[in-house]
Structures are given as C-alpha cells and as structure tokens.
C-alpha cells in the first residue's frame, strides 16, 4: 500500500505564509494527478488544488491567485505554497494522489493549518 505523509503545517498569522510538502512512501505506482484538499471547521472537504503528471493545475476560486501547487523534487511528491493567508484558509489539508494503476486514489492524514486573526 502506498502512504501520502503531509508536513508543514502549523500556525501562521494572516497575510503570512506556509509551505505544505506531501511524500509518497510504501509500494509506490505513478500517479496520474496529485492535489490537496481541504477541510475546514464545521466545512464539508473542499478542493484546493490539482496538478496533473504533465503539470496541468487546476486550483478553487478562492485559493488562485494565492497558493501554488507544484511537483515536489521527487516524483511522486507535491508541495503547496500558500500566501496571503486568511483566517478562512484554517482547516486540515489533506494530500491525495490517483494512480494510474486502476486510478486508485491515496489519501494523506491531513495536516493542521491554523491561520490566527
């Protein structure tokens, strides 16, 4: 089974900056599109922001313009580098990949993002 482990969240001030890194491990297969997700207090799992194997990124109204998503060094990895953050930006963000093996989807744990007011 593959794992997807995010990293780097935490808590920011409103207007700063975080970066959030999400790494495969295990029985790793190629994946086809990776992104983030997320889910904010009393908020029902949103998407944030794909990016496809060939690059292509698709990101939510209310992220663009703010937050990149971008392949990580590694393959199989992807990082979102969040700006200009709001305290609406405050929820768990969650990593997920599809493969393209039977376009099994990986979910990651979810990491914390605090944005203060």
């Known amino acids: 089974q593959v794992t997807l482990v995010e990293s780097g969240g935490g808590l920011v001030q409103t207007g700063g900056s975080l970066g959030l890194s999400c790494v495969a491990s295990?029985?790793?297969?190629?994946?086809?599109?990776m992104g983030w997700y997320r889910q904010g207090p009393g908020k029902q799992r949103e998407l944030v922001a794909t990016?496809?194997?060939?690059?292509?990124?698709n990101y939510a109204d209310g992220v663009k313009g703010r937050f990149t998503i971008s392949k990580g060094d590694a393959k199989n990895t992807v990082t979102l580098q969040m700006n200009s953050l709001k305290p609406e930006d405050t929820a768990v963000y969650y990593c997920?990949?599809?493969?393209?093996?039977?376009?099994?989807?990986?979910w990651g744990q979810g990491t914390l993002v605090t944005v203060s007011s």
């Open positions: 295990g029985s790793i297969f190629s994946f086809k599109v």
């Open positions: 990016i496809s194997n060939g690059g292509v990124t």
């Open positions: 997920n990949a599809v493969q393209y093996l039977g376009s099994l989807e990986v």
